[in-house]
Nanobody, 125 residues
Framework: QVLLVESGGGLVQTGGSLRLSCAAS????????MGWFRQAPGKEREFVAA????????YYADSVKGRFTVSRDNARNLVYLQMNSLKPEDTAVYYC??????????????????WGQGTQVTVSS
């Protein structure tokens, strides 16, 4: 069992920044790949960013590339999503996820085994 808890969401103006954190517990954190997804009202959950087990590889959705940065601290069982130059279309509930099946970059939501409860990010125009 893996427990994921996100934090750091909030209300920010267009162009602002937020850093989301995801704390993991329950298993050896460095054994699995991590990812961030988001879901806006009335839309399906979409992939945002992925990071492999070591943190040496990352991958981003085109919509956030160059603005968001995913990182992890395996010693502290944390994964981060630094979000800069935020836009109103970034407004969504953001979820972190853990894949116990793979250690490389994971994009498909179906390859993730555990999910956090989500944190709301609202970007005002």
């Amino acid at each position: 069992q893996v427990l994921l808890v996100e934090s750091g969401g909030g209300l920010v103006q267009t162009g602002g920044s937020l850093r989301l954190s995801c704390a993991a517990s329950g298993r050896t954190f460095s054994n699995y790949a991590m990812g961030w997804f988001r879901q806006a009202p009335g839309k399906e959950r979409e992939f945002v960013a992925a990071i492999n087990w070591s943190g040496g590889l990352t991958y981003y959705a085109d919509s956030v590339k160059g603005r968001f940065t995913v990182s992890r601290d395996n010693a502290r069982n944390l994964v981060y999503l630094q979000m800069n130059s935020l836009k109103p279309e970034d407004t969504a509930v953001y979820y972190c996820a853990a894949s116990l099946l793979r250690r490389d970059l994971v994009v498909a939501s179906t390859d993730y085994s555990y999910w956090g409860q989500g944190t709301q990010v609202t970007v005002s125009s």
